[in-house]
């Protein structure tokens, strides 16, 4: 069997204790082997150790959100897949019309609800 190889900066799944809910974590550091060896919450910062093996697996959200549409109105936890930074997940709405998505490489401010004139 094949293990598979991650690399910082990916996303994966985790329960995280100070938030208490699980939410995709962004792997912080890997072994040379490529096993993550901890992550870090998004949403809080905090950093935690990732147990091989554990409930959770990896990679990317099982679930790829839709593809993004700023007439929408997102909500946080929502998954969206945006045509050029890829698939992302909303980490709060910022404004009524402003949400902050965390895509594989960062956190980016997208519009949403936005009506059509
Ligand atoms: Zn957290």
């Not at 050029?84 to 910022?94: D, L, P, Q, T, Y």
């Amino acid at each position: 069997m094949d293990e598979q190889i991650h690399r910082s900066g990916e996303r994966v799944e985790k329960f995280c204790a100070v938030c208490g809910e699980e939410r995709g974590h962004i792997v912080a550091s890997v072994t040379k082997s490529g096993r993550i060896t901890s992550v870090s919450c998004p949403k809080c910062g905090t950093r935690s150790r990732f147990k091989a093996g554990a409930e959770v697996t990896a990679r990317a959200p099982a679930r790829t959100g839709a593809p993004y549409d700023s007439t929408r109105t997102y909500r946080a936890g929502q998954s969206l897949t945006h045509p050029v930074f890829g698939v992302g997940e909303v980490m709060a709405v910022i404004e009524p019309q402003k949400i902050d998505v965390l895509f594989p490489d960062r956190m980016r401010r997208l519009v949403h609800t936005r009506t059509l004139k």
